[in-house]
Structures are given as C-alpha cells and as structure tokens.
C-alpha cells in the first residue's frame, strides 16, 4: 500500500516536528498542488504557491463574483420554495414530485458552491403528516 503522511508518521511512536517534516517527504502520496478554479463553472488551474498571501482558489475576481452571486440566487431560490410550501403544501402527488426536484436540483447544485443542505425528507414522510 502507498505511503501516507499518517502511514509514516504512524511508524513513531511519538513524532517530533523534525518526523513530521521528514515523513512529508517520504510519503508516496503528496497533497495536490493544484486544482481546478472553485467556480464549478471554470476549468482555469490554480496553484498552491508557498509564501505569504492567501492561496488562490479562484482564477479570477470575476469567477470569485460569478460563485457568489451562483450560490447567493440558490439558496435564495431553496429559502423562497421552502417558505411557499410551509404557507401552502403541495395539492397533488404530481405537483409535490414537482416541487421536491425542484428543491433537490438546488440542494444538489449547492453542494458544488460549498453548501451542503441536510436532504429533504419529504419521501419519508410521505402519508405520516
Ligand atoms: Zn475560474
């Protein structure tokens, strides 16, 4: 099995900082140095540089706003659903199938922009309310 960071580490008993250090670089798996742009809609590579500054995560301003604004409208749209069904529930099977995907279309899509909602559990419920 490749080595680890832990792999390594986990062969001392009680690993100094000079251990940690030296098991960075005898471990098989390294830590990525790049990645894709954090907007989902941007394929843009960002890399880790090491020294002072804030990583970049984004490739540009523009993508930053793009996510922002994306995730900002989705949780909007969840909040704004989720208040019209407490007022009014859904009449028929048909119309609550509709609104449920519709929910978990954004709940999925939010995942993608750091937010992870607890899953809708309207199934569940389905006939106990
Ligand atoms: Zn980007």
């Known amino acids: 099995m490749p080595q680890t960071l832990i792999s390594v580490l986990n062969r001392r008993e009680t690993p100094s900082v000079q251990d940690v250090i030296e098991a960075e670089d005898e471990a098989f798996i390294k830590v990525p140095g790049s990645f894709t742009c954090l907007n989902p809609?941007?394929?843009q590579i960002c890399s880790w540089k090491p020294g002072r500054g804030r990583p970049q995560v984004f490739c540009?301003?523009?993508?930053?706003?793009?996510?922002?604004?994306?995730?900002?409208?989705?949780?909007?749209?969840?909040?704004?659903?989720?208040?019209v069904l407490e007022r009014s529930p859904a009449?028929?099977?048909?119309?609550?199938?509709a609104i449920r995907s519709m929910l978990a279309q954004r709940r999925y899509a939010l995942r993608h922009y750091g937010i992870d909602y607890q899953e809708f559990?309207?199934?569940?419920?389905?006939?106990?309310?």
């Open 91 to 97: 009449s028929t099977t048909a119309e609550q199938k």
């Open 41 to 43: 809609e941007c394929q």
């Open 60 to 83: 540009s301003r523009r993508c930053k706003k793009r996510y922002d604004a994306v995730q900002a409208r989705l949780m909007q749209e969840v909040e704004r659903i989720e208040a």
């Open 121 to 129: 559990q309207g199934e569940a419920n389905q006939g106990t309310a």
